[in-house]
């Protein structure tokens, strides 16, 4: 084959680097031998199988914007992303919900310097992700997590914007926010985000979003059949079927490759229709970011537990057992990671609620024994779970649709500031720490009540509940109450204010005064704190 090429390639005046969209048809009649090229372009639209990754990426060229799938590394086209690393395209736009790891999935394209810029919602792990936007190197759009899916779900739905209450009053509606820095991060941005049209719709304040498109999307599947149909297993489904609709030429990387008419229609998640290039690499291989098992003593949630004292308990436990109390029996609830998933853990015994997870899963699980870990069931903090019998798995935009739509009943999550009006602050310092808000703030945004928890003071001793904060915003007014080690505080939407309702045991008035930055007002029926769990 390589002595066919290389001759074609003089014959027909073709260069080899060409020749990597070329598929070459040979025929013997005889002692004869008959070549035909015939371009990746030329394919008939039902020809979609390709036999190698190195030809399905080929004609991916430099300049263009890219949509990739996946969540963390679950549901990731690492394979193909290899596959384009060594194709060597340069100055791509990439649309990604983050970036995977330094060694894995996108961080490859970004170690080598193909990528210019970057559309996610979160920068995650990713140090090479954090520190070329630092340092100048390279532009990133920072979107919320649910924007992002619905921005490109209307892409390929054809709606070229929408108007979404995430981020209204913060700095993605301002404008003006760092997407480029100077050259080693000195001096003034060099670019810097557009602001967005803003209406009031039924009194709520909304902003215009703009749909996404790519010439090129690339997509992780189970299984596809030879039309393009797709499966996708576990919770790496995520991006993957909203990315697909949004590619002009979308690129699946499968694990399995079927005949058509294997899948009965009702069980296709995404239909052929989106998918243009088929491709099964010779060998499969996945990570997990964050193996999290429970061993096989260990006591489930929801199961009774010896009762603790509260004068035992440390800060963290404070915070979570107190936060545990937040839930009602039969609520849908979305948990931020760390503190507020934990809570989870002191649910009282025959209650259920159905835990959400932003990455596509409702009915959210334990932690898996060790034997049943699976790369391709997580939940959004990349930790490996569990399904429940009443467990449903969808896609991102879904997930996210669910959240905008008002369906959960509670969200709990982390803070780096509050505002005694109820701002929240939790996704950047700039020019220090760069995570993205991920999905924060479509859940702040969603209408449900908003629990936030977080240690009292900053390490330093600074304050963290103000009168106004002092960093980005992700989320104007949303707070409905604070959870701390040493109280609890209510805030008021209506009168912009906040009340202080429950002290620590052991703890004074005077105490929280001192810690506290923000002007506030005691509840007539100001109560000690209880704890879950706690005699």
Known sequence: KATVSVLYCIKMNVSMRALRSTVFRVERTGGMVAVSRRWASDRKPSDKVYDTLEEAVADIPSGSTLLVGGFGLCGTPHATIQALQKQGAKDLTVVSNNAGVDDWGLGLLLQTRQVKKMISSYVGENKTFEKQYLNGELEVELTPQGTLAERIRAGGAGIPAFFTPTAAGTVIE????????????????????????????????????????????????????????????????????????????????????????????????????????????????????????????????????????????????????????????????????????????????GWDIELQSENGLLGMGPYPLEEEADADLINAGKETVSYLPSSAIFGSDQSFAMI??????????????????????????????????????????????????????????????????????????????????????????????????????????????????????????????????CF
């Open 174 to 349: 301002e404008g003006n926010f760092p997407t480029k820095y100077g050259k080693d991060g000195e001096g003034e941005p060099q670019v810097v985000s557009k602001g967005r049209e803003s209406r009031v719709i039924d009194g709520r304040h909304y902003i215009l979003e703009p749909a996404i498109k790519g010439e090129f999307a690339i997509v992780k599947a189970y299984q596809a059949d030879t039309r393009g149909n797709l499966r996708f297993k576990g919770t790496a489904r995520n991006f993957n079927p909203a990315v697909a609709t949004a590619g002009k030429i979308t690129i699946a990387e499968v694990e399995e490759i079927v005949p058509a008419g294997t899948f009965k229609p009702e069980d296709v998640h995404l239909p052929g229709v989106y998918v243009q290039r088929i491709v099964c690499p010779p060998k499969y291989e996945k990570k997990i970011e964050r193996r999290t098992v429970r061993k096989e003593t260990q006591v489930e949630s929801n199961e009774e537990v010896e009762l603790k004292d509260p004068t035992t308990l440390n800060v963290r436990e404070r915070i979570v057992r107190r936060a545990a109390l937040e839930f009602q029996d039969g609520m849908y609830v979305n948990l931020g990671i760390g503190m507020p998933t934990m809570a989870s853990n002191y649910l009282p015994k």
């Open 404 to 533: 905008r739509g008002g369906h959960m009943h509670l969200t709990i999550l982390g803070g780096l500031q509050v505002a005694s009006n109820g701002d929240l602050a939790n996704w950047i310092i700039p020019k220090k720490m760069v995570k993205g808000m991920g999905g924060a703030m479509d859940l702040v945004s969603s209408g449900s009540r908003v629990v936030v928890t977080m240690e009292h003071s900053a390490k330093n001793g600074g304050h963290k509940i103000l009168d106004s904060c002092t960093l980005p915003l992700t989320g104007k007014g949303v707070v409905d109450r604070v959870i701390t080690e040493l109280a609890v505080f209510d805030c008021n939407k209506e009168t912009n204010t906040m009340t202080l309702v429950e002290l620590a045991p052991g703890v004074t008035e005077e105490q929280v005064k001192e810690a506290t930055g923000a002007t506030y007002s005691v509840s007539p029926d100001l109560k000690t704190m209880s704890f879950a769990g």
